[in-house]
């Protein structure tokens, strides 16, 4: 099983080494125990994720996809082979973490694999669901602030308000891999081709971006709003998160010409901490 992909054979802190993210910047604020579940979730997600990103024959990567259901299957039921799948099933156990949101994941990868060009709205809505979805819920229940309907409708909102964010961020570079995120009705509105050749110089994708920045934003509020219901420390290392994505996104919003600039590291951690602080609410 382990040959497949040879990230299952490393610790979840040699996978997620290096990351850099605003996801592992969360992690932080968590205590040991529930700091130890996130990484083990964080890694989980790299490693599918570098599955379906890296360059490979697709036949390969579904192997490496079912290698490592096979493994989450086995964590599930506490036999687990290897490290990041020892650590998930203590996870799963510690933090009531449904297997199913596991396999979704997993699902959302699979889809990465087999191509996403111009998906339908219902194409989009169950891949954002599974690839962005999923890792929100799960992770809720890791950070203690699990509290039923208000957590799902936070965990969701946000995770919908992060991955159209990052689709906005990615449309050169997501075309450049022959890969379209951008919904089909949206292009079809607004005169741009399903080509990923010419996607990046389509003279309607400026206004394309306004328009799904519009949705991004009311996600991001939707989010705001739910975690009003929700114990605001229990929530921090999610409101970690969300700072730099909003400001990302109004980034996007000021300049739909082109993709917005990298901030620094340090510019990151300041935007999280000011979103804690104002409750996730938007500085813009």
């Not at 996801?23 to 604020?29: D, S």
């Not at 083990?40 to 599955?51: E, H, Q, T």
């Not at 389509?202 to 929700?230: D, N, S, V, Y």
């Not at 996007?252 to 979103?275: N, Q, S, V």
Request: aromatic share 4%.
């Amino acid at each position: 099983m382990n040959a497949y992909d040879p990230a299952m054979h490393l610790p979840a802190r040699i996978i997620v080494e290096g990351a850099g993210s605003s996801f592992r910047a969360g992690m932080r604020l968590l205590p040991r125990g529930r700091r130890e579940a996130i990484l083990a979730l964080y890694a989980f997600c790299r490693a599918v994720d570098d599955i379906a990103d890296e360059p490979g024959p697709a036949p390969a990567k579904a192997r490496a996809l079912d290698a490592w259901e096979a493994e989450i299957r086995l964590a599930a039921t506490g036999d687990a082979r290897t490290p990041v799948g020892r650590d998930l099933a203590r996870a799963m156990t510690r933090h009531d973490l449904p297997l199913d949101e596991f396999l979704l994941v997993i699902e959302g990868m699979r889809m990465d694999v087999s191509g996403v060009r111009a998906p339908d709205r219902d194409t989009l809505d169950a891949y954002i669901r599974r690839v962005a979805g999923a890792v929100g819920l799960l992770s809720i229940r890791i950070f203690g602030a699990w509290r039923g309907p208000r957590s799902e409708r936070f965990a969701l909102a946000l995770a919908r308000a992060l991955q159209l964010t990052n689709i906005l961020r990615d449309v050169e570079e997501d075309a450049a891999i022959g890969r379209i995120y951008l919904p089909a009705d949206l292009l079809r509105a607004h005169g741009i081709a399903d080509d990923p050749a010419t996607l990046p110089a389509a003279p309607g994708l400026p206004a394309l971006r306004r328009t799904l920045a519009a949705e991004a934003r009311a996600e991001f509020r939707a989010a705001a709003e739910a975690a009003r219901r929700l114990p605001r420390l229990r929530i921090a290392p999610a409101l970690m998160m969300m700072g730099p994505y909003d400001r990302l996104l109004a980034a996007i919003e000021a300049d739909p010409t082109r993709p917005p600039r990298a901030r620094p590291r340090w510019a990151k951690a300041a935007d999280g901490i000011a979103c804690i602080l104002r409750g996730g609410k938007s500085g813009r």
